[in-house]
């Protein structure tokens, strides 16, 4: 074996080991029941407002399993608004195949629900006429973002980050923290997620107080979180350097009010079946819902659709 190869083998050994994880266990169809049925009687009512979702993403950028965006925008898509014309896949979940129990079923999607798709950044048209942007993808934020965000949220509008949306690039910013109220982060790690949820919140209704994920965590906020300008929903205990014993909660979800506007941030979401945890999607989707000014319970009839879970 040449030297050359050995150590082209070693870094991949080493790559393979970093990000090496194992889809988690699939949970209890039960157990998710008993936590939608408490917000049963909070769902919102017949009478519903139209709301405009932009879904935006970019090339995919990692391995297996990891950063898909585009099967993201497509499949969420379906899963929001249903099949549309002249499309005849019935799949919304990200990793692996369908559920047998879901096949020959198509995705009914929401009432009064409308998606449209954006590559890196929501057009001036499509700022202008969504009531909710959610980003899943690296986003390089420059003066003219910066710019399109502080409108679209003194408007009134609603924004959400997933995963490397809220890994901010270049680097961590303060003008993004005075906006979504964390700047970006500076450590990562791939495993488990013992998250610690704040149940008192409405959008956290019915869940444990503990929720355990196989994703990748950043922190720690960067710069440090304003005292007051974000409401915490779920953290999980992360050592602020890798020579250190002790651990400090960290926050994983969080949402903020901006002016009119309403911002979700979310961590996880770097595995595909991440999106396929109905956990998860309870807190994404009550998310998207909540800052879209809506009923937090609204997306909860999706939570189950196509979710990897034991019957």
């Not at 870094?11 to 008993?34: C, D, F, G, K, M």
Request: with cysteine.
């Amino acid at each position: 074996m040449s030297k050359l190869f050995k150590t082209t083998f070693a870094v991949l050994a080493i790559a393979a080991t970093v990000n090496a994880a194992n889809a988690p266990e699939p949970r209890s169809v039960e157990e998710l029941n008993a936590v939608l049925a408490k917000a049963a009687k909070s769902a919102p009512a017949d009478s519903l407002k139209e709301i405009n979702i932009v879904l935006v993403a970019d090339k995919k950028d990692h391995g297996l399993n990891e950063h898909d965006y585009p099967l993201w925008q497509e499949r969420w898509g379906r899963l929001l608004e249903g099949n549309q014309a002249g499309k005849s896949e019935t799949q919304v979940n990200l990793y692996g195949k369908a559920p047998a129990d879901n096949d020959d079923k198509a995705p009914t999607g929401l009432p009064k629900i409308n998606v449209l798709q954006a590559q890196q950044w929501p057009t001036e048209e499509q700022w202008k006429s969504a009531n909710l942007v959610v980003v899943f993808c690296y986003i390089s934020w420059n003066d003219q973002k910066f710019r399109d965000l502080e409108t679209y949220l003194s408007c009134g509008g609603g924004f959400v980050m997933i995963h490397s949306a809220t890994w901010t690039k270049p680097s961590p910013s303060s003008r993004l923290a005075a906006l979504t109220g964390v700047g970006g982060f500076t450590q990562w790690r791939h495993g488990q997620l013992d998250l610690k949820i704040n149940t008192n919140h409405p959008i956290c209704l019915g869940l444990p107080e503990r929720i355990v994920l196989t994703d990748e965590p950043y922190w720690p906020p960067s710069p440090p979180i304003n005292p007051g300008s974000i409401q915490i929903l779920a953290t999980s205990n992360e050592k602020l350097s890798k020579d250190s014993d002790s651990t400090t909660p960290q926050p994983m979800f969080w949402i903020r009010e901006q002016g009119k506007g309403r911002v979700f941030g979310c961590v996880p979401g770097h595995y595909t079946w991440t999106f396929d945890d109905p956990f998860f999607r309870i807190l994404l989707l009550r998310g998207m819902a909540w800052v879209a000014g809506e009923s937090p319970y609204r997306f909860d009839s999706l939570v189950l659709q196509g979710a990897r879970v034991k019957r």
